[in-house]
């Protein structure tokens, strides 16, 4: 208790405060705004938590992750377009009310949504995480390389167009984790004679290339300014007593849903928000009411994408494995902070992870008033030239990519990763499994070579026990259960 009362007594000082109001509102902001998001604004922000101290970044951090998810409701509901994918089902029957005159209703019960997905489910993380890192500290390198392993196949699973794009990405990204010094033997790996590249590739300019440039690139090159549509004007936030009171069991019933799918690594708010609102469908009286129109629709998928926050925060707590491409940012900039993360977290650094919850708890009432008082402004957010916006973003990312170490080499490197996210979304190539196999290349390679080095029967080790042989088959079905499910597709008919 002790040391809950030192988390919040740094909390509730009035300059953090600030920070959290601060953060949570500019991630409502960028999440509101179709082509941004949370995890950009996360981003764009990293370089400048360089000279804040740990508990200070990581405040502000986690509040613009909150702040993110739950503002992508907001171009949903009042265009049509939704701010990030965690509410592509939310614009289904959100903008469907709008055109009805009913937008006010919609972002209402988004408003409350949001709130109620977020905070029971960062309470349940606070006690789950605790749990299952007391397990983790039980286990060895083998059981963690296998884990790491999963975590990515899992990812790449969800690669829609191609199953062999997902790994081409995922290589990628282990790849960009080989330059630099071998953690293991200290061997200088193409580096090619770069003294910028012996530590290795900064996450920085590499995500803010990949994931912010990219995004903002290839969002302007798409958009038509002729087309840009007009948001309705919104009067003051209503108390949606009983819209609560109607839908109290879809509510329960997508907060279980969003949590389950957001403890899955990889997985998402994205995925947690569209199986929600599929099943509020396939559980309603009236599913042909769906997609006209109605508030069932829009409680589903908020409830749903922010209970995900929590589940996510479990393995990215606990084990150090991030639940989603937005906590995958997160655990680079607790690494680039000097953070150690793992199931070490709670014993070693207990004063960062408790406060990693109670700063998500406030966020999330922070996200809550905010989007209370500030509803009427709404329309004003989703109104800004696009043409200034993405400009003035990419010049963020170069001042936040040189101020990290005022070197012009990371300018450079930054201008390639850029090019090479530009070409990967011309391939169609997931950024989600690049992300995730950049944050846990090392993770992997390390364990690799400890369980390689701890035992003598090689890489049997790592299927003689109990734990990471179960987790390494699991990743082999996660590859090969979809060519064997359309492989007996192909045959059923053969035996009608």
């Not at 004063?351 to 999330?364: M, S, W």
Request: glycine share 10%; hydrophobic share 50%; with cysteine.
């Amino acid at each position: 208790m002790s040391i809950i009362s030192e988390v919040l007594l740094f909390l509730l000082h009035p300059v953090n405060l600030l920070l959290i109001l601060g953060g949570s509102t500019l991630g409502v902001v960028f999440g509101a705004i179709p082509g941004l998001s949370g995890g950009l604004c996360i981003m764009l922000m990293l370089p400048l938590t360089f000279s804040m101290d740990v508990t200070t970044a990581i405040t502000f951090l986690m509040s613009i992750y909150i702040g993110g998810i739950s503002g992508g409701c907001i171009g949903s509901i009042l265009l049509g377009i939704p701010g990030c994918e965690s509410s592509l089902a939310t614009t289904y029957d959100g903008y469907a009310m709008t055109k009805k005159g009913e937008c006010v209703r919609a972002l209402s019960a988004a408003v409350v949504a949001n709130f109620l997905g977020t905070i029971p489910s960062v309470l349940v993380a606070s006690i789950a995480a605790r749990s299952l890192a007391r397990m983790a500290m039980k286990v060895g390198p083998w059981e963690f390389f296998a884990l790491g392993v999963c975590a990515v196949i899992l990812v790449i699973t969800l690669s829609k167009d191609n199953l062999y794009k997902g790994l081409i990405a995922a290589a990628l990204g282990i790849l960009c984790t080989c330059i630099g010094i071998a953690p293991i033997d200290g061997a200088m790996r193409f580096t090619y004679g770069n003294t910028y590249l012996m530590s290795g590739l900064n996450l920085t300019y590499v995500f803010m290339g990949i994931f912010a440039t990219r995004n903002i690139m290839v969002e302007f090159a798409r958009k038509d300014p002729s087309k840009d549509a007009k948001p309705e004007a919104v009067t003051r936030f209503k108390w949606p007593t009983e819209d609560l009171r109607n839908n109290k069991w879809n509510i329960i019933r997508s907060w279980f849903t969003g949590l389950w799918i957001g403890f899955l690594p990889g997985m998402g708010a994205g995925l947690s928000n569209i199986t929600a609102y599929a099943q509020a469908k396939n559980a309603s009286k009236e599913p042909e009411k769906f997609g006209t129109g109605i508030v069932d629709g829009v409680f589903a998928p908020e409830v749903a994408n922010n209970a995900s926050t929590g589940g996510a925060l479990i393995p990215f707590l606990a084990l150090g494995i991030p639940g989603d491409t937005s906590t995958s940012y997160l655990l680079g900039g607790l690494t680039l902070h000097g953070v150690i993360t793992g199931p070490r977290l709670f014993t070693d650094y207990s004063f960062l992870a408790n406060l990693i919850l109670i700063a998500c708890i406030i966020a999330g009432l922070m996200v809550l008033c905010t989007e209370i008082v500030g509803m009427p402004l709404f329309p004003k957010i989703l109104g800004v030239p696009y043409q200034y916006l993405y400009s003035a973003i990419i010049l963020l990312c170069i001042i936040g990519v040189y101020s990290s170490e005022k070197l012009m080499f990371h300018v450079f490197m930054f201008l390639i990763f850029s090019v090479v996210g530009v070409v990967m979304d011309f391939g169609k190539l997931p950024t989600a499994p690049f992300a995730l196999a950049f944050v846990l290349g090392k993770l992997l390679e390390t364990n690799l070579r400890r369980g390689l080095s701890y035992s003598d029967t090689g890489f049997m080790s790592f299927l003689t026990r109990p734990v990471s042989c179960v987790l390494l088959l699991v990743a082999v079905w996660s590859l090969i259960s979809p060519y064997v499910k359309l492989h007996i597709s192909k045959v059923k008919p053969t035996y009608k």
